[in-house]
């Protein structure tokens, strides 16, 4: 984004190079960020990655050791989080167990000092809003899961912050109840154009939510891009194998020929496309990987070819997935849509092959990103 | 998970061995103690009739209908200071130390002078309270007063100074608990609907604390309202509250009397519970 473009239209947030240490450990380390108005970003990672803390360094519950954040252009750092056009919303969701539901949701707008005349309407129009109205005089304790989220929801929401930060919103709610709730919260954030900043370690959480995905790991940023940007090109060994799906193959390379690298490994040689990246020295190692639903069965005009016994047969959904052991031992998985006929059977050894084109190749760790 | 359910007889059975040692240990003695504050006639029988005239003679006198204004006056007192104090020393205990370690030595030297009985604690106040006593000194020393300070010892000042410094832990502890128990994403929610740390304090961990607090108030209650020993020992013979009044009557062979102020005790600190139950549901904290 250039110069005039900012100045146009602040970002929402900006994170630039944060760390955050915890006695010796590195917590946060160099995580740079921006989020436009109105995007929906997922931080994805194991736990342990530093997303939490990121999540937690922007609202100000952690204070950082260097590096600076910006809200709505306005740097933050040095701010509480009671001065900060934040809100939050916590795992357990954090309901006030004293107060009843009416009380907690317009806390907020107290504290912004509306009048009380003006707090209740705007309560029960919230309340109404998120179909929440019949539980105006309960207590939190009498809830369920689904409408303890919905309060914690509502009482995030009605101070209209600039930005609201979930950490793992919907992790301690039933699975089942999962996939509607989170069409909602995507409803919402679309409807009110407040930027989402969404922690989860569930990659299908991330991929159907975020506008942007930004996976972390090791207390750094991996990658971070669309979902589709993810899915297809994972740049680093880390992202590939992280998501669901990417076959990863480890080798020297061997030469480069135009675009395409080949890469010497165990399983024999395996021909990536180097999209744009610097190619690698000969005799480097490196890594390189393809997704599951690329690999085809049968011998194709198709440059990647290996031969492998098929061990397992697994439904995903929709899909079909093949896991094939090769000679040298590696485990390859290959997806096919569930309502295709079946290629092959248990036991049985098969040929498959795939493109170029469809072999990603990572950035090294250590090497230029 | 119990698998003993309620009113079951496995349940009553269980009870049986606490409720026996209530009856013969509490409920008993209690109702002798009411059933003689009832007593007429003038020798010591188990024929005695029963009568008001017990009562009626107590409250014609003045003095005595007084005490036990003074007495509720004296425990007001003392749990307005314990409560401030206590809480006080709670928050930063359970709040502040963040060193378990610490936490733990603070905690014991707050707990070890308990093991002492409340006499002996009352009795050593004395050295510090008196005209040659520590504080005088001190205060002399640091140039506060040129003269000892007499109002220390046998009065109602020094009675007060022994009661808090023997009771602020009752009301601390509780509120240690409850503090503890206030899960800190509740603070963090708060802060981040703009709440500053006053207001977090006063709408979020001090309501969620108040059960602690009435606890702690009703257990400081309770001891002020029984405490004959610390009257006695720092008030000498010229302070007396309702407790000392007992031990008065006792002394001088007037059982009925003593019983009838006996359950004036009694009635006065079962108001007080009741009320505080009132305010805050004990039952119902485990939840």
């Known amino acids: 984004m250039n110069g005039t473009e900012a100045a146009a239209a602040p970002l929402d947030l900006e994170i630039r190079s944060i760390r955050k240490l915890y006695g010796d450990f590195v917590a946060v380390n160099d995580v740079s960020l921006s989020v436009s108005r109105g995007q929906f970003v997922c931080l994805l990672g194991p736990s342990g990655c530093g997303k939490t803390t990121t999540l937690r360094s922007v609202a100000g519950l952690e204070a950082i050791d260097s590096g600076d954040i910006l809200i709505a252009g306005k740097s933050v750092a040095d701010l509480p989080p009671w001065r900060r056009d934040i809100s939050m919303m916590f795992q357990d969701f954090a309901l006030f167990p004293h107060m009843t539901i009416a009380r907690q949701v317009g806390f907020g707008l107290e504290m912004l000092k509306w009048p009380k005349a003006r707090i209740g309407p705007r309560v029960q129009e919230v309340l109404q809003s998120f179909e929440i109205a019949h539980l105006a005089e309960r207590k939190p304790a009498t809830l369920s899961g689904g409408q303890r989220q919905r309060v914690a929801l509502a009482r995030a929401l009605i101070t209209s912050p600039r930005i609201l930060l979930l950490d793992e919103p919907i992790g301690s709610l039933d699975y089942s109840l999962r996939e509607t709730v989170m069409l909602e919260l995507k409803q919402v954030q679309r409807q009110l154009g407040i930027s989402f900043i969404w922690v989860t370690h569930d990659q299908n959480e991330a991929f159907s939510l975020g506008d942007r995905v930004v996976v972390m790991n090791h207390a750094r940023i991996e990658q971070q891009g669309t979902p589709d940007e993810i899915l297809s090109r994972p740049r680093t060994p880390f992202v590939a194998g992280f998501i669901q799906g990417n076959n990863v193959f480890e080798g020297t390379v061997e030469g480069v020929q135009g675009s395409t690298l080949t890469l010497n490994t165990k399983s024999g040689p395996v021909h990536a496309s180097l999209d744009g990246m610097p190619a690698p020295a000969v005799g480097q190692r490196a890594t390189v990987s393809v997704r599951a639903e690329h690999l085809k069965f049968g011998p194709t005009a198709a440059e990647n070819q290996l031969a492998g016994t098929c061990e397992a047969i697994e439904f995903f959904g929709s899909l079909r997935r093949y896991v094939l052991r090769l000679p040298s031992g590696q485990q390859l998985k290959i997806d096919q849509f569930g309502a295709e006929p079946a290629r092959t059977t248990v036991g049985a050894t098969t040929e498959l092959s795939w493109r170029v084109g469809d072999t990603v190749l990572h950035t090294q760790p250590g090497g230029p990103a | ?287």
């Open chain 2, 1 to 287: 998970m119990s698998t003993i359910r309620e009113r079951s007889p496995a349940a009553y059975l269980l009870a049986l061995p606490a409720a026996l040692w209530m009856t013969a240990a509490v409920v008993v003695p209690s109702m002798l103690i009411l059933w003689v504050s009832f007593w007429g006639g003038r020798r010591f029988t188990w024929e005695n009739h029963l009568v008001l005239d017990n009562y009626a003679r107590f409250f014609r006198n003045e003095t005595y209908v007084g005490l036990i204004g003074e007495t509720a006056l004296q425990a007001a007192k003392i749990m307005a200071i314990t409560g401030v104090l206590g809480y006080c020393i709670a928050y930063f205990l359970a709040v502040m130390v963040t060193r378990n370690s610490v936490r733990l030595t603070l905690f014991l030297i707050l707990v070890i002078p308990f093991w002492t009985s409340a006499v002996i604690r009352s009795i050593a106040w004395i050295p510090f309270l008196g005209v040659n006593g520590v504080i005088n000194q001190a205060l002399m020393f640091l140039g506060l007063t040129d003269a000892p300070v007499e109002i220390f010892l046998y009065s109602r000042t020094g009675i007060s100074m022994a009661q808090v410094s023997l009771y602020t832990l009752l009301a601390a502890g509780p509120v240690v608990y409850m503090l503890r128990n206030v899960p800190n994403q509740l603070r963090e929610a708060a802060m981040c609907l703009k709440a500053p740390p006053i207001v977090v304090f006063w709408r979020i961990v001090f309501p969620l604390t108040l059960p602690g607090v009435i606890i702690g108030q009703v257990l400081v209650f309770l001891n002020v309202m029984a405490d004959f020993a610390t009257v006695a020992a720092i008030g000498g013979n010229k302070q007396a509250l309702l407790g000392n009044l007992v031990l008065l009557f006792y002394d001088s062979g007037q059982l009925r009397y003593a019983a009838v102020v006996g359950v004036m005790l009694m009635l006065s600190m079962l108001v007080g519970v009741v009320v505080a139950l009132r305010v805050v549901d004990i039952r119902r904290l485990g939840e």
